[in-house]
């Protein structure tokens, strides 16, 4: 019995062992597949080894990454069983992390991982994965708003890797440097070190000079180069700098401006000629002996029998035609074989010929910038007020969908004739109208007479107002009658004349409204010299001069905006940009009409983005 019991003792101090030892036993991480990031932080706790334990969490996330879950990968990356992480595996984690944090646009964890990042820390990697380390670095330094850390980071690529394509890294180092605050990036340049830093610095900084036009950039761009004949970026510059470069000495000698002036819109084409001509005339960097500028008259002859006839002969660009109906007749072609600048643009979903460019006054563009200033000022619930027919159709579906990419809702639209009572057109769009319904039915249900009050709807937080002056001085003070006057109210330049008139335009007092500069801007040295000698500069007709003129600018710099990212002109007509289908966009000023006069809001003219036109939303844009 005694022998049976001590067997039974051993076997009982076995088993208790066993399970005890069971408890602490590392796991065999290289046979275990986790399918989940929380699977994988569960069996990297269960190892004892921590540097084992991390080896496997970081194998995992790159698996992760492979499978393109960066979010997986994110979660085990950003766990604390790598907070502390062995310093043999300090820079495969921060690879695998830039990774991530680019894929996911993640400027919170970039700005997390930067605090320990420089920006010659990719010059630790093996030389077969060191250039893909350093634009890693480079974008996760973007992303944490330290463009200038990441045009270092790339010079530095510049200079170690020979591998890499020189042009690309040119062309994204400077993409960087033009990003970054005029202030910071003189600091910067007052403080370089290095010879291609400085170089690239004080490039940057040459070419932020005020006021410098397009001949003038092209001459600081040579110039740089023949101070830096050394430079890397002097050798193969930037494309966007060599096309202005080249470009600025290139532009069109023989120009045909094609404009209707018999007809219907004979004033029309005789402002936009008479603004051509003079901006023309007032540019000083035309070489007028090489300059020859033939005017056209298209009211005679379909345009595309015209367009026929000029593209024979010896001609570098026509300006025109001005007829939406005459400019759709080139999108049959497929290549222009001389290029074109519309003084409008084809209807939507019409195929854009190569070398047809197209600019306006367009209403479109004045509803989108309505649409982002509503956003901006966080007014995301609006009523509309617009004039009926085809035009007034088209301000609506860009209005509608401007601001639905903001996320905002129009909660009503009331379209209007002219000969319509306003006072009714007001109530419908208030909700004044259903509330006196509401009491009337309250009336008839209780069978006899209540004291009623009507009120407006309380969901609304602007109303844009489309109306040409005599209407919109009408439906102004109607808003304050039906209870609106704290609404604000936002119009497009068709709300004034464009000449002061504060007797009648104290009725438009607090509308706020977009136009062009032409009309607003306090100093205006071609609008000056234009009233003194020319007729027909203020008014409609004004705003067509000033599109006359801004076509002049226009035609010697159509391949720069093409081509060139972000680059713009400070037109007449507003702030001018190019999408890559050569529709060129405007963006006005703003103010609003206190006692009947218009005054300017500083506070909401801020520079343009161009995230739906270029699909790029940072940076300033290149003027030209």
């Known amino acids: 019995m005694i022998k049976y019991r001590s067997h039974r003792t051993l076997f009982a101090l076995i088993t208790l062992v066993v399970l005890l030892t069971a408890g602490c036993a590392t796991v065999n991480l290289d046979s275990q597949v986790a399918d989940t990031p929380e699977r994988a932080l569960e069996l990297a706790a269960s190892e004892r080894d921590t540097l084992t334990a991390q080896r496997y969490l970081l194998r995992v996330a790159g698996n992760f990454q492979e499978l393109g879950n960066h979010r997986a990968a994110r979660h085990i990356l950003r766990d604390q069983q790598l907070d502390a992480i062995d310093s043999q595996l300090t820079d495969q984690k921060m690879l695998l992390s830039m990774a991530s944090v680019v894929e996911l646009q993640d400027s919170g964890w970039a700005n997390e991982l930067v605090s320990s990042l420089s920006s010659d820390q990719f010059l630790g990697y093996p030389s ?14 973007a992303l944490s708003d330290d463009q200038l850390s990441a045009a270092l980071t790339l010079m530095l690529l510049s200079q170690t890797d020979t591998q890499s394509n020189p042009q690309e890294i040119h062309n994204q180092i400077w993409q960087y440097l ?121 009211s005679g002859k379909p345009f595309t029998t015209l367009y026929a006839e000029l593209s024979g002969q010896n001609i570098d660009l026509i300006v025109g035609p001005l007829e939406k109906d005459a400019l759709a007749g080139l999108s049959s072609r497929n290549t222009l074989a001389v290029p074109v600048l519309g003084l409008n643009y084809l209807p939507v979903g019409s195929r854009v010929p190569n070398g047809l460019y197209q600019f306006g006054l367009s209403a479109e563009d004045e509803a989108r910038q309505i649409a982002d200033q509503l956003a901006a000022q966080s007014l995301s619930q609006v009523l509309a007020i617009i004039p009926r027919g085809e035009w007034g159709d088209r301000v609506e579906q860009a209005l509608l969908q401007r601001f639905a990419n903001h996320n905002g809702t129009v909660l009503d639209i009331e379209r209007f004739f002219p000969e319509d009572n306003f006072r009714s057109v007001t109530a419908d769009l208030l909700g004044v109208t259903k509330s006196r319904q509401r009491a009337i039915q309250v009336e008839r249900t209780i069978g006899q007479n209540v004291e009623f009050e009507p009120r407006r709807r309380q969901d609304a937080d602007a109303i844009v107002l489309v109306a040409q002056p005599t209407v919109a001085r009408q439906f102004n003070p109607l808003f304050a009658f039906y209870f609106s006057g704290d609404l604000p109210v936002y119009a497009p330049s068709i709300v004034y004349e464009g000449t002061p008139d504060p007797g009648r335009d104290r009725d438009l007092n607090r509308v706020t409204f977009t136009d062009i500069p032409w009309v607003l801007a306090e100093v205006n040295p071609l609008r000056a010299r234009a009233e003194q000698n020319l007729s027909g500069t203020r008014g409609q007709l004004g705003r067509l001069f000033a599109m006359g003129a801004d076509a002049w600018q226009l035609s010697k710099r159509l391949p720069l905006l093409q081509q060139v990212e972000g680059a713009a002109i400070d037109g007449q007509t507003g702030t001018l940009t190019m999408t890559p289908d050569g529709a060129i966009h405007r963006h006005q000023l703003w103010a609003q009409f206190q006692n009947g006069r218009p005054v300017l809001t500083p506070e909401l003219n801020q520079p343009p983005s161009q995230e739906d036109d270029r699909g790029s939303e940072r940076g300033d844009n290149q003027r030209l």
């Open 128 to 141: 077969d994965i060191m250039a893909r380390a350093a634009q890693l670095q480079a974008q996760t330094f």
């Open 178 to 298: 033009r990003t970054i605050p005029g202030q910071a990036l003189n600091e910067a340049s007052a403080t370089a070190i290095g010879f291609e830093e400085q170089g690239w610095l004080e490039l940057a900084t040459t070419l932020r000079t005020r006021d410098a036009g397009l001949d003038e950039q092209g001459r600081l761009i040579r110039a740089w180069q023949n101070n830096w004949p050394g430079h890397p970026a002097a050798q193969i510059l930037p494309t966007d700098l060599r096309l202005l470069s080249e470009l600025a000495t290139s532009r069109p000698e023989r120009i045909v401006l094609a404009l209707p002036l018999q007809g219907s819109l004979a004033s029309a084409g005789r402002a936009i000629r008479d603004g051509f001509l003079a901006a023309y005339f007032s540019d000083d960097s035309v070489d007028r002996s090489k300059t020859d500028i033939r005017i056209v008259d298209t």
